[in-house]
């Protein structure tokens, strides 16, 4: 998706080192207003021309790639206003670690471009005064991350409020994200993601845990994927919702194993709308996932507040006390309970039917919803990846691999 977005181009200092020209064949990807003979490869990293994050981020152009060496970079935090960048770790993860709000006041990096991809980096360590440092802050258009791991952060990722930008993030680990305990000020709670009103907002094979106060995922996008991941708090995990889209929109979660502790801050594992409608749609298609409730009594599965469009439930398979109780108007079909002895082993977190429990198979065809198929062509393989799936019958839940 293209953007126009404006404001957010910066003039670009000139190189300052001698740099590597990518390798032939590293088509040239033109910004908002620059026309460049072709992108450059930067290195970072203890051996490297440049040592310092930052400073590649000072003299980079638009369609430049940043490599930086896998290893531990302190107080390295930046702004980044180009576009078409690609930031990524070689020989392993770089790990980012702060000691206090980093860049802007705001986060360990900053992104302001159109079309910024980052890989294989760890962010760790952001804190400020005002209590939502995060690992990354979005301020951009599109932005795509891979492969990292945000952990100890106030916020695990945080994003703008601009109704043209799109946030994708895959292969991905958020854990431990949150304001201090002992801090109580107005809604300063840590979120391991916290998405604004963007259009578009995509979650697919990540783990998401380990949350206290805030919730695991808070989305208040326009249209949402929330595809084959496991949001899930574990034993002692302190997260309020597991999944919130407090504003509605479009929201297709599929595919996810979500579960919440039984110390958890709220009762409820998904809540939809409870901050008001403002989107022109307000769907929510809740398909083939595996709902664990772990709360002794009270816990509910999914709660849509009044004024939904559309609400669909189909082969989730729910595991617990929770209730899932429907409305008048919500489409219900082929949702069902599973006992302990269903799986491979739930204490565990082993998800996966055994063979000889009587729900295999007894999942329905769920159709399509707004051109988007809501059948699962995968599943989430625990940590980070993802199995693709054969045409066979469906089984309620997330995982249809069968144990012995």
């Not at 490869?41 to 051996?47: D, M, N, T």
């Not at 895959?170 to 993601?193: C, K, L, P, T, W």
């Amino acid at each position: 998706m293209a953007f126009a977005l404006r404001d957010l181009w910066v003039r670009c200092l000139p190189m300052a080192v001698a740099l590597a020209a990518v390798p032939a064949g590293h088509a040239e990807v033109p910004s908002g207003t620059e026309q460049r003979a072709s992108p450059r490869l930067i290195r970072v990293g203890p051996h490297q021309p440049l040592t310092r994050v930052a400073a590649a981020a000072r003299i980079a152009n638009s369609g430049d790639v940043i490599e930086v060496d896998a290893g531990e970079y302190v107080d390295d935090s930046a702004s980044w206003p180009q576009s078409n960048l690609t930031i990524r770790a070689t020989g392993g993860r770089a790990r980012m670690i702060q000691h206090g709000p980093g860049a802007e006041g705001k986060a360990i990096w900053v992104f302001k471009g159109d079309n910024v991809t980052v890989e294989n980096i760890e962010f760790s360590g952001a804190h400020g005064f005002d209590m939502n440092a995060a690992g990354i802050r979005h301020e951009g258009g599109r932005l795509t991350v891979r492969n990292c791991l945000f952990e100890d952060n106030q916020m695990g990722l945080l994003t703008w409020n601009n109704e043209l930008a799109e946030l994708n993030v895959e292969n991905s680990e958020f854990r431990g994200n949150a304001v201090a305990a002992n801090y109580r000020r107005g809604d300063s709670i840590g979120h391991q993601i916290y998405v604004g009103t963007i259009a578009r907002f995509t979650l697919r094979e990540s783990f998401v845990h380990r949350g206290a106060f805030g919730h695991l995922v808070k989305s208040r996008a326009r249209e949402n994927l929330i595809v084959n991941n496991r949001i899930a708090d574990g034993v002692a995990g302190k997260a309020s919702y597991e999944l919130e889209f407090p504003n509605g929109g479009i929201a297709y979660v599929l595919g996810n194993i979500i579960q919440q502790s039984a110390q958890t801050e709220n009762s409820q594992l998904i809540s939809y709308g409870a901050e008001g409608y403002r989107w022109p749609h307000d769907e929510i298609y809740v398909v083939n996932n595996t709902l664990v409730d772990d709360l002794p009594r009270d816990g509910v599965l999914l709660r849509v507040a009044r004024g939904a469009s559309r609400v669909v439930l189909v082969n989730n398979l729910m595991l617990g006390n929770a209730t899932l109780a429907t409305e008048k108007g919500w489409e219900f079909r082929s949702n069902m309970v599973a006992k302990p002895a269903d799986f491979a082993s739930a204490s565990n977190g082993d998800y996966r039917l055994r063979s000889s429990s009587a729900l295999v198979g007894k999942g329905i065809e769920p159709g399509a919803a707004n051109g988007v198929s809501l059948r699962l062509d995968r599943e989430y393989d625990h940590p980070l990846q993802g199995r693709r799936l054969s045409a066979g019958p469906l089984s309620p839940g997330a995982l249809q691999s069968v144990a012995p």
